[in-house]
């Protein structure tokens, strides 16, 4: 199975050439919404695509809708479903410890252990050198160039110092990544294999360090016909990696590399050319095997604070169970708590399952709250922090499997949002399944039912905001729109949505739906065309 990246020039040439096209467009000034709705999604650009859109009032009055209640495939709208249910179920300001055990119990008798030391995952998605909380770009201070790159390590780095200070200085055990509070499910029903080599598709685990993924920057040489050279992020091996068929290539020739991997392997092979006059080409490569790799960067930055390890890394993952057809058990409830009461998972180290009283913790680090990362989730559409919502929501009412997850999600969506339970199905927490479906009706019917909860402030205020942040920092990036469009996106294959809160002319604040499948592949016309639904929502309302 081969993966590849399309060149990045490529990729920009298309989309500026697309944005150059978007002055020609009709806007249909003065005609009732369903009218422009109809004119452009008949455009020629969009007509054979499949439209669904549904408006209502803050009170859930309908205001307008095509196709409401037939299905589309919700790309990262999902999110949508898995935060809420995230946000009202932990709890804004819950938080997660990773923690280093020593296994079995035994006291550290001058300096030594004689058995393994943990690194125990409790589902914190943040181990990273990301900066939180997330700010909008015009939030952000001023980047100093010479300043040196945070550390991806920092969080692992600073649980080795605690262990050192303890005093330790010989582990005559292994150093295991303990990830067992998910079951090992890395890849969720219908994610493609296509997804698995790059970062946006990392496997999910319990135990996440720089978000399952390896920076690689490739850099062409000093003259055409050099060999390309790389620079991973952590700087730790991992990979194998094969550049014997990537050369620099002629000056103005683009970048033209491509990147192979087979699923589960270490091996990475990297063909094709780039050229001498090139920028360099970032690429995020996934980790096959998160807690194995937690485990190698830990005894490495352990061996760096003078501490002998006499045996090597290894991972340590709970194998999931049959559970059965995911259609038909993932319709079955759970007992939630009393609205506004929030779930909790047992105390302790729910990962090793074991007694808390019969292991020994060295050092612990807390993780940044649920609402601090929701933020960056929802902003940026991060897939694996959402997974991870999805599984934290599995552990506090069952087995943490993405089964147990979905459940969770579809009880709160029908019991508490009343969402028709005919309107939707999830296999996953992201929206990367291809199995996942939703109307129009049931993301407007979540929304309305948000906007009336305690927390609705917080979770809305994780959405991206029209020319201003997130995924839609480049889209409505002018008056009247900019900073009035609050809505999460969706991009997956042929299948585009965009859903949230507008304020309109009139000044009132109207709840929106915009879905789009089968579109024309590798053209952003149908995403133009939503836009233009979005602008004619606000300006007709």
């Known amino acids: 199975m081969r993966f590849r990246f399309l060149p990045v020039l490529l ?19 003065g005609l009732p919404l369903a009218e422009r709705v109809q004119r452009i999604t008949s455009e020629q650009a969009v007509v054979r695509a499949h439209w669904g859109v549904r408006v209502t009032k803050m009170d859930g009055t309908p205001v307008f809708s ?3 209640v037939q299905l589309f495939q919700p790309a990262s709208n999902a999110k949508l479903f898995t935060t809420a249910a995230a946000m009202a179920l932990l709890g804004a300001d819950t938080t997660f410890e990773t923690r280093v055990i020593a296994s079995p119990l035994k006291p550290i008798h001058e300096g030594n252990l004689d058995g ?12 990273s050198g990301t900066t939180l909380p997330y700010l909008s770009p015009s939030q952000r201070p001023k980047i100093d160039p010479n300043a040196p790159p945070v550390d991806p390590l920092r969080y692992l780095a600073q649980l080795a110092d605690k262990v050192a200070a303890t005093g330790l200085k010989h582990v005559a055990g292994n150093i295991v990544g303990d990830d067992t509070l998910f079951p090992y499910e890395p890849y969720p029903e219908d994610w493609s294999i296509d997804d698995a080599v790059w970062g946006y598709g990392a496997p999910v685990s319990a135990l996440t360090i720089n978000d399952n993924l390896i920076n690689i920057k490739l850099k062409p040489g000093a003259k055409v016909g050099d060999p390309v050279t790389y620079e991973l992020s952590p700087a730790m091996p991992w990979y194998s990696i094969d550049t014997v068929d990537a050369k620099t290539g002629d000056a103005k020739s683009g970048s033209h590399l491509a990147i192979e991997r087979m699923p589960d392997s270490r091996n990475v092979r990297i063909y094709g050319t780039i050229a001498v006059d090139s920028e360099p080409d970032n690429e995020e490569l996934a980790i096959n095997d998160p807690a194995d790799y937690a485990a190698t960067a830990f005894k490495m930055l352990m061996e760096q604070r003078g501490i002998k390890v006499d045996g090597k890394p290894v991972s340590k993952h709970r194998l999931p169970q049959n559970e059965g057809s995911f259609t038909v058990e993932a319709r079955k409830p759970v007992t939630l708590p009393a609205a506004g009461e929030l779930a909790h998972r047992p105390t302790g180290i729910p990962a090793s399952g074991a007694d808390p009283a019969s292991h020994t913790t060295l050092a612990s680090v807390t993780s940044q709250t649920v609402a601090t990362d929701m933020m960056l989730t929802n902003k940026i559409s991060q897939n694996l922090h959402a997974e991870i919502f999805l599984h934290q929501l599995g552990a506090a009412f069952g087995n943490g499997s993405t089964l147990s997850g979905a459940r969770v999600v579809r009880t709160f969506v029908t019991q508490r949002a009343g969402v028709d339970p005919e309107d939707f199905i999830f296999f996953d927490g992201s929206g990367l399944s291809g199995h996942d479906l939703v109307t129009p009706r049931a993301i407007t019917s979540l929304l309305q039912y948000a906007a009336t909860q305690p927390w609705f402030a ?25 900073d009035h469009v609050f809505a999460k996106t969706g991009t997956l294959s042929e299948a585009r949505a965009l859903s949230g809160y507008i304020d309109c002319a009139s000044g009132q604040t109207l709840i ?15 995403m133009k065309a939503m836009d233009r639904i979005v602008s004619a929502i606000a300006a007709t309302n």
């Not at 917080?458 to 009247?480: H, I, Q």
């Open 116 to 127: 393994d030391l943990e690194l125990v995952g409790d589902g914190d998605p943040n181990l």
């Open 66 to 68: 095509m196709n409401d």
């Open 458 to 482: 917080t979770w809305k205020a994780t959405l991206p905001v029209g020319g201003e942040d997130g995924t839609l920092r480049a889209r409505f990036p002018g008056a009247p729109m900019k």
């Open 512 to 526: 929106f739906s915009v879905m789009v499948n089968a579109h024309t592949p590798r053209t952003s016309d149908d």
């Open 11 to 29: 990729l920009s040439v298309s989309i500026a050439s697309a944005c150059a096209q978007t002055q020609a467009l009709p806007t249909y000034d």
